[in-house]
């Protein structure tokens, strides 16, 4: 149950587009659509931005869009705004009842 | 509105229990996987256990597989997890989640509460 390796951090200038990989192994990212991504902004809890690897909860801008290719899976921000600075998590389903988040990544709107 | 909050943290000295509970509403809690999600301060989110609708499906996080005890109550529309033989590492803000679907394999967690913080120090 090793964590998903994300970026540290990624920056972007308002309107602009940042992606956000989260990568696997085949026993977790690989091996299930099981991907969603959370939202967290400081001293709050995690809101559920992305599930099944490219769905969208009731609510979520469309800016918001996923996706994955082997072992990787990607966040991407379209329209980059400022209330989207926040630290964002992956998450994937590993087998055996358990899940494993990613490393996490803190987005920076300039 | 679903709403899931959280009760039960403080400080614990290292070796020592704690019950978490999380009291649910606003949606059908019997038709819901559960799961328990930690912070530590200043660091990531780290999933610690999950259990389907039903209790007949239940998984853990290997560290803390053999030390916490994760529950439910339907009747009461709560979730708990016991935490046996903790440890300082152990010291984080744990998050109550819902799940998308009804097993705990197959969904991702989706409503979170606000946590409650457990602290672990001599």
């Known amino acids: 149950q090793s964590a998903l390796t994300q970026p540290r951090s990624v920056s972007g200038s308002p309107g602009q587009s940042v992606t956000i990989s989260c990568t696997g192994t085949s026993s977790d990212v690989g091996g299930y659509n099981y991907v969603s991504w959370y939202q967290q902004h400081p001293g709050k809890a995690p809101k559920l931005m992305i599930y099944?690897?490219?769905k969208r909860p009731s609510g979520v801008p469309d800016r918001f869009s996923g996706s994955k290719s082997g072992n990787t899976a990607s966040l991407t921000i379209s329209g980059l705004q400022a209330e989207d600075e926040a630290d964002y998590y992956c998450?994937?389903?590993?087998?055996?009842?358990?899940?494993?988040f990613g490393t996490g990544t803190k987005v920076t709107v300039l | 509105e679903v709403q899931l909050v959280e009760s039960g943290g403080g400080l614990v000295q290292p070796g020592r229990s704690l019950r978490l509970s999380c009291a649910a509403s606003?949606?059908?809690?019997?038709?819901?996987?559960m799961h328990w999600v930690r912070q530590a301060p200043g660091k990531g989110l780290e999933w610690v256990s999950g259990?389907?609708?039903?209790?007949?499906?239940?998984g853990y996080a290997d560290s803390v597989q053999g030390r916490f005890t994760i529950s439910r109550d339907n009747a009461k529309n709560s979730l708990y997890l016991q935490m046996n033989n903790l440890r300082a590492e152990d010291t984080a803000l744990y998050y109550c989640?819902?799940?998308?679907?009804?097993?705990?394999?197959?969904?991702?967690?989706?409503?979170w509460g606000q946590g409650t913080l457990v602290t672990v120090s001599s």
């Open positions: 606003g949606f059908t809690f019997d038709d819901s996987a």
């Open positions: 989640a819902k799940d998308t679907t009804q097993a705990v394999a197959g969904g991702e967690p989706d409503y």
């Open positions: 259990i389907s609708w039903n209790s007949g499906s239940i």
């Open positions: 998450c994937s389903y590993a087998g055996r009842y358990t899940y494993v």
């Open positions: 099944d690897v490219s």
